[in-house]
C-alpha cells in the first residue's frame, strides 16, 4: 500500500527557508551525518566528497556573509564540497545532499538544497580554507537544517513532473 505524507519522509519533504534559532542536538546532528556517510558514490571513490558541519555561531555568520545570507539563518549547515574536476563531484554531492535532506525530515527538521550560495562560497578562498575544505575541492551545495518557523506545506505534489511509463 502506497506511503502517505505523514508516514514517508520522502513524501514530506519540503524547501524550508525560514528557521527558528533552536539549535539541533547532537542526536539530530549524529542523525544527519550518518545519512550522508550512507550515500552513494560515483566508481566507489569515497575520496571526491568531503562533508562539513557547521553549527559554531561565528562560522555560520561567516558562510552567511561570504554567501550573501543564502542558507536562510539556519542553526545548522552541511556544505558538501566536492574534487574539481571529477565527473561525479556534482552527482555526488547532490545523492548526499537528498540523504541530509530525508534524514532532516525524519527528524522533524526543515532543509533546503541551496547551489546559489554554494556557488557564492567558493569565491571567497580564505572562507573556504578556513572551513576546512581541502585544496583542488569546491563547495557545490549547501544543505541549511534546523526547525521550520512557520508550518511546512503539505500540497499534493504527485503529478509534478512529467513521467512516461511505457
Ligand atoms: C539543483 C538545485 C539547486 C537549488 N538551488 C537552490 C538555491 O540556491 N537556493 C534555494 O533557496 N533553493 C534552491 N533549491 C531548492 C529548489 O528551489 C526547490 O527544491 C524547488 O523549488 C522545489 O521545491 P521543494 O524542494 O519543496 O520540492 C535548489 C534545488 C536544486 C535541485
Same mark, same amino acid.
Given at each position: 500500500?502506497?506511503?502517505?505524507?505523514?508516514?514517508?519522509?520522502?513524501?514530506?519533504?519540503?524547501?524550508?527557508?525560514?528557521?527558528?534559532?533552536?539549535?539541533?542536538?547532537?542526536?539530530?546532528?549524529?542523525?544527519?551525518?550518518?545519512?550522508?556517510?550512507?550515500?552513494?558514490? &560515483?566508481?566507489?571513490?569515497?575520496?571526491?566528497?568531503?562533508?562539513?558541519?557547521?553549527?559554531?555561531?561565528?562560522?555560520?555568520?561567516?558562510?552567511?556573509?561570504?554567501?550573501?545570507?543564502?542558507?536562510?539563518?539556519?542553526?545548522?549547515?552541511?556544505?558538501?564540497?566536492?574534487?574539481? &574536476?571529477?565527473?561525479?563531484?556534482?552527482?555526488?554531492?547532490?545523492?548526499?545532499?537528498?540523504?541530509?535532506?530525508?534524514?532532516?525530515?525524519?527528524?522533524?527538521?526543515?532543509?533546503?538544497?541551496?547551489?546559489?550560495?554554494?556557488?557564492?562560497?567558493?569565491?571567497?578562498?580564505?572562507?573556504?580554507?578556513?572551513?576546512?575544505?581541502?585544496?583542488?575541492?569546491?563547495?557545490?551545495?549547501?544543505?541549511?537544517?534546523?526547525?521550520?518557523?512557520?508550518?511546512?506545506?503539505?500540497?499534493?505534489?504527485?503529478?509534478?513532473?512529467?513521467?512516461?511509463?511505457?
Amino acid at each position: 500500500m502506497a506511503q502517505t505524507l505523514e508516514q514517508d519522509p520522502i513524501l514530506a519533504r519540503r524547501s524550508v527557508r525560514s528557521f527558528t534559532d533552536e539549535k539541533l542536538t547532537d542526536v539530530q546532528i549524529s542523525a544527519l551525518i550518518s545519512a550522508f556517510q550512507a550515500s552513494p558514490a &560515483g566508481m566507489h571513490q569515497f575520496d571526491v566528497l568531503t562533508g562539513i558541519t557547521v553549527e559554531k555561531d561565528t562560522n555560520l555568520q561567516l558562510i552567511e556573509s561570504a554567501t550573501d545570507n543564502a542558507c536562510y539563518g539556519a542553526p545548522f549547515l552541511f556544505v558538501l564540497a566536492a574534487k574539481n &574536476g571529477s565527473d561525479f563531484a556534482e552527482r555526488d554531492v547532490s545523492v548526499a545532499a537528498e540523504n541530509i535532506m530525508i534524514e532532516a525530515t525524519r527528524l522533524g527538521l526543515g532543509s533546503v538544497y541551496v547551489m546559489g550560495g554554494a556557488v557564492n562560497l567558493a569565491k571567497h578562498a580564505d572562507v573556504c580554507t578556513q572551513l576546512g575544505i581541502p585544496a583542488g575541492s569546491s563547495p557545490l551545495v549547501i544543505v541549511p537544517v534546523g526547525h521550520a518557523a512557520q508550518p511546512v506545506a503539505t500540497e499534493d505534489r504527485s503529478s509534478r513532473f512529467t513521467l512516461i511509463r511505457k
